[in-house]
């Protein structure tokens, strides 16, 4: 069955692989649309509004896709969804939910990498990758800490409750790993979750 999931994405950065998935996903696809170039401060009164919004669509998903992109780290807006899809409390009125969630890394056709024999290769994805692993420094420390966090053994669990994939991978089987987050956030008795 098809979990409901919210994109969160660097506007700047990741509005094509945006689309790609969105188009992938069809209806079962939310985002904000609102966006613009810009990352505003969260907290003036004028972004009350988009906050709620924004909060009221990620209640509505399962499962949130982030996009890593090369400069996701200056979007406090990521940061904050984030946070929101992995609280444990909720405000008055609403259910406390712990969301899936998994990292799509952006592709970069042009980055070039230095291979183990000495020669300069193509790997898109070598601009987040440190030492054959995903680069802490390119990610919010919320999904360092979510990475390697199972506490409990459970056949077809990842050690990870954010797992990341790259582009490519998602994009040929994108309801493997939104069903794979939507199966741990319903397990999340198995990880120990950092929300902060």
Not at 21 to 41: H, M, N, Q, T, V
Not at 135 to 155: E, P, Q, S, T, V
């Amino acid at each position: 069955m098809p979990h409901k999931t919210y994109i969160s994405y660097k506007y700047n950065d990741a509005l094509d692989l945006r689309d790609c998935i969105i188009k992938r996903l069809g209806a079962f696809a939310l985002c904000y649309r609102g966006e613009r170039g810009d990352s505003p401060e969260l907290m003036d009164a004028k972004t009350e509004a988009i906050c709620n919004k924004v909060a009221d669509m990620i209640d509505e998903a399962a499962v949130m896709v982030v996009i890593v992109s090369r400069n996701m780290l200056q979007s406090r807006w990521m940061e904050w969804e984030i946070a929101y899809a992995l609280r444990d409390k909720a405000p008055y009125g609403k259910v406390p939910q712990v969301h899936g969630i998994v990292c799509v890394v952006k592709k970069d056709d042009n980055y070039m990498s230095n291979s183990d024999f000495g020669y300069f290769s193509y790997d898109r994805y070598a601009w987040a990758k440190y030492n054959g692993d995903w680069a802490r420094g390119k990610l919010f420390d919320m999904i360092n800490y979510n990475r390697n966090n199972r506490i409990a053994w459970d056949y077809g669990l990842s050690p990870n409750y954010i797992d990341i994939v790259e582009e490519d991978e998602f994009l040929l089987h994108p309801s493997k790993y939104i069903d794979e987050a939507y199966n741990k956030s319903r397990r999340t008795d198995c990880y120990r979750i950092f929300t902060q």
